[in-house]
């Protein structure tokens, strides 16, 4: 039972450039959500899911396109990255019906984009 | 919209004292959690809160949560220098989707 894990670790990218980030869980969890990470700001949300084929907007969106094409994948795109974007990048999964509602999270993924 | 503010957000302490990090949210919820995160690694769940009132302990940690009040408490006895990491609160800002609106942390350093 490997829990969440992300895809890549670690990347720089130029600006302008476009990559896409994968978060994979395999508890069989329904909701899935990517956050950021910056200094001093705590994590804030970007985009969930809610299921298989769901996506909804957090707080923070701009600049991000996300897919939930099977359960066990949410894949966060950045189409065209800007300085602004570079930061750690978390995914978290929750099991729905679960009364203590707790989200588990992926190692990360710290991004920089020059 | 849901405000989480945590205090204070930078901790140093001596190994051996007892100190409180507080986290205050601006609306209602019943569900708040605690997580730790070491430099460079992912935040590990400590407390997950369900109830005003509600009291967790797992050795020289201890979290409480007064919904009436907005606030929750993160208690630290005879703190350790294996206790220092950044701790966040986060809270459930209700509705079906569990979503988490987080603290800014705080930063904990326990010198010996």
């Known amino acids: 039972n490997a829990g969440v894990t992300q895809t890549p670790k670690f990347r720089v990218l130029k600006t302008g450039q476009s990559m896409t980030l994968l978060c994979a869980q395999d508890?069989?969890?329904?909701?899935m959500y990517w956050y950021r990470q910056d200094p001093g700001m705590g994590l804030r949300l970007i985009h969930y899911?809610?299921?298989?084929?769901?996506?909804a907007k957090g707080e923070v969106p701009d600049g991000y396109n996300v897919s939930r094409l099977k359960k066990q994948n949410f894949l966060l795109g950045l189409e065209s990255a800007a300085p602004s974007q570079t930061s750690v990048y978390f995914c978290?999964?929750?099991?729905?019906?679960?009364?203590?509602?707790?989200?588990?999270f992926g190692p990360g993924t710290r991004l920089t984009v020059l | 919209e849901l405000k989480v503010e945590q205090n204070p957000l930078f901790l140093s302490m001596q190994e051996g004292k007892n100190y409180t990090i507080y986290c205050n949210y601006s609306?209602?919820?019943?569900?708040l959690y605690w997580y730790r995160q070491d430099p460079g690694k992912s935040l590990e769940s400590l407390f997950v809160?369900?109830?005003?009132?509600a009291v967790k302990q797992e050795g020289r940690l201890m979290a409480s949560l007064d919904t009436k009040a907005r606030l929750s408490t993160l208690h630290i006895t005879a703190a350790v220098h294996d206790l220092s990491a950044t701790y966040f609160c986060?809270?459930?800002?209700?509705?079906?989707?569990?979503?988490?609106?987080f603290g800014k942390g705080t930063l904990l350093t326990v010198n010996p």
């Open positions: 809160l369900l109830s005003n009132g």
């Open positions: 609306t209602t919820s019943d569900r």
């Open positions: 978290a999964s929750r099991l729905a019906g679960d009364s203590r509602n707790e989200q588990f």
């Open positions: 986060a809270v459930d800002r209700g509705g079906s989707n569990y979503k988490l609106t």
């Open positions: 899911s809610v299921g298989e084929g769901t996506t």
């Open positions: 508890m069989n969890h329904e909701y």
